[in-house]
């Protein structure tokens, strides 16, 4: 029998890639706020176009991604978050980080989200849906939102292992309120460590950007509040 491939191994950094790191790193300039063409920036503005979405916020990981979701919606303290009980353990820690509470849903055989007891948990007591496709696995979104928004939940979409699959021709990450992504070594676009959230919701976007680090007046620099 063949050895499996060692998912582990990476692909070297390019050099285009290692040519724009000396040029940064030269020009001593690494605070994002200091231009709003910087590297950031243009992920941010890039990203969000990909992936057909209004604003972009660049942040250290998914896991501050997904915490900063949380915040950003206004939860107050002890705000119960339904979640997938198959996920990884910076989901449900991003929650009580939050101030939260994590709600775990049963998952079927599938990897996907027994709607069953989706539906019976989804109860008056529930504030937020914090969705994990785990390993690309995406569960039912149609029926999903369509709970959610009965009830008038937000949804967190966890896209940290789906960056680039679809459910019903719409990119996973934009079906929710929020889609949050992992740049973290092992995810499909690997920064060594890093992450992302998507939203159309203006007001949203706002509230995260200043809760990211946007202290003082740098709230001001970023592309999505000017």
């Known amino acids: ?85 198959f996920t990884f353990a910076a989901v449900p ?25 989706f539906e019976a948990k989804l109860d008056d007591t529930i504030d937020a849906i914090m969705i994990s496709h785990m390993r690309g696995h995406t569960s039912d979104m149609d029926a999903i939102m369509s709970l959610a928004e009965a009830r008038d939940i937000p949804v967190i979409e966890d896209a940290a292992h789906s960056l680039g699959t679809t459910w019903h021709g719409r990119n996973i990450g934009t079906i929710g309120r929020v889609g949050c992504f992992s740049f973290q070594s092992y995810k499909l676009v690997n920064s060594g460590e890093g992450g992302i ?19 003082e007046h740098n709230w001001k620099k970023h592309p999505v509040l000017q």
């Open 1 to 85: 029998m063949a050895d499996a491939p060692n998912v582990y191994d990476a692909e070297p950094i390019p050099q285009e890639a290692k040519s724009e790191i000396e040029r940064l790193l030269q020009s001593g300039d690494l605070f994002r706020y200091t231009s709003d063409t910087s590297p950031v920036a243009l992920l941010e503005r890039e990203f969000a176009a990909v992936m057909g979405a209004k604003f972009a916020l660049a942040v250290a990981s998914c896991s501050a991604a997904l915490f900063l979701s949380l915040k950003a919606l206004g939860l107050p303290r002890g705000a119960r978050v339904l979640v997938p009980a």
């Open 93 to 117: 820690s991003a929650i009580v980080h939050a101030d939260c509470v994590p709600v775990l849903v049963e998952v079927g055989d599938d990897y996907r989200i027994d709607l069953r007891d």
């Open 197 to 215: 959230l998507i939203t159309d919701d203006a007001d949203l976007i706002a509230r995260a950007v200043i809760m990211s680090g946007a202290y």
